[in-house]
């Protein structure tokens, strides 16, 4: 493994640099959202019934009040409450150090993917985001640009921006939604996997919830 091959490193956020699994389950926790119709959305998606961005909007429905959407503040109260995973400030550091590009690719939301990314000094971010009224509060559009099962477009598109081949990146997710991007990079890290696809296809697993695990793997 040459030390010159590898110059960009990407992580999924939920569950990998943040504790929590999922902004949006935060986010329907939060809101009351009904699970029945969390879960019908989500089976929607993934059967092909509905495309990403349609199924967005559909969730984000589910946070109405008296029939109207929230304020992008309560958005942002929803998700202030997470915590950054057990080594991901000493790994992202280091990473510096040795010279790496860094970014974030989550299908969660930018509000608290930006965050994240300055609090870690991390470079580019990938994430979906909603469009307010001149009042602030969500109206029912949406930003998708990252797609569930399709995070391999945002590598490619950073790809094309950095001028650097796919071959020089590695990716880093916990859950079988991270494969795409996973199956692109040069080197892919299962890290805490959450499901068995995702042990079986990365190139490296990593059954540890201290980031700086993946240290030791990369050169």
Not at 44 to 49: C, E, I, K, S, V
Not at 70 to 80: F, N, R, V, W
Not at 116 to 145: H, P, Q, R, W
């Amino acid at each position: 493994m040459s030390s010159q091959r590898f110059k960009v490193v990407v992580f999924d956020m939920d569950g990998t640099l943040v504790e929590e699994s999922s902004c949006w389950e935060t986010l329907h926790k939060y809101f009351g959202a009904n699970p029945q119709l969390v879960r019908k959305n989500m089976e929607d998606y993934l059967t092909g019934r509905i495309n990403y961005c349609e199924w967005m909007r559909r969730d984000l429905l589910l946070w109405k009040r008296n029939n109207k959407l929230p304020h992008i503040s309560e958005i942002k109260t929803a998700l202030q409450n997470y915590k950054i995973i057990k080594g991901a400030y000493e790994t992202v550091q280091e990473l510096k150090k040795r010279g790496y590009i860094t970014a974030i690719v989550t299908s969660g939301l930018d509000v608290l993917a930006k965050e994240v990314a300055k609090k870690l000094n991390i470079d580019y971010t990938y994430a979906n985001s909603f469009e307010t009224d001149e009042n602030g509060y969500l109206t029912e559009k949406v930003k998708c640009k990252v797609k569930l099962l399709e995070k391999d477009k945002n590598l490619k598109d950073l790809s094309k921006k950095l001028k650097i081949p796919l071959s020089a990146f590695i990716a880093i997710g916990d859950t079988w939604f991270d494969l795409s991007m996973l199956q692109v990079a040069g080197l892919s890290i299962a890290f805490n996997p959450k499901d068995e696809e995702i042990r079986k296809k990365a190139s490296i697993v990593i059954e540890n919830k201290n980031l700086t695990e993946i240290l030791k793997y990369i050169p």
